[in-house]
């Protein structure tokens, strides 16, 4: 199992910036990716974000230029630095990380996801 706790959402002016940050805890030695989604009032879940654990990142269209992920402390932590924010960026923003278990021959993954954190950007 995986906990996920995530930090740093709030309200912000268009053009500022938010510093979202993730704490990764239980069986996270066996993370192999971390990242961040959101979902907007009455819009599906969208990548924002992602990371693995041998540092390929992945970015969302429209995010890329904006946002930076990174993680460290051994990958049980990543943080999302979020600058040039607008208003289409309001969404409950989401930790998710993908553990892998199982034999070598036959490795499984499975998500987990965090509580969420609010992201609003507004005048």
């Known amino acids: 199992q995986v906990r996920l706790v995530e930090s740093g959402g709030g309200q912000v002016q268009p053009g500022g910036s938010l510093r979202l940050s993730c704490a990764a805890s239980?069986?996270?030695?066996?993370?192999?990716?971390l990242g961040w989604y959101r979902q907007a009032p009455g819009k599906q879940r969208e990548l924002v974000a992602t990371?693995?654990?041998?540092?390929?990142?992945n970015y969302g269209d429209s995010v890329k230029g904006r946002f930076t992920i990174s993680s460290y402390n051994a990958f049980h932590m990543v943080d999302l630095q979020m600058n040039n924010l607008e208003p289409a960026d309001t969404a409950v923003y989401y930790c998710?990380?993908?553990?892998?278990?199982?034999?070598?021959?036959?490795?499984?993954?499975?998500?987990?996801w965090g509580q969420g954190t609010q992201v609003t950007v507004s005048s």
């Open positions: 239980g069986s996270s030695r066996s993370i192999e990716l």
């Open positions: 998710k990380a993908v553990r892998s278990y199982g034999p070598v021959e036959g490795v499984r993954y499975e998500d987990y």
């Open positions: 990371v693995t654990r041998g540092g390929r990142s």
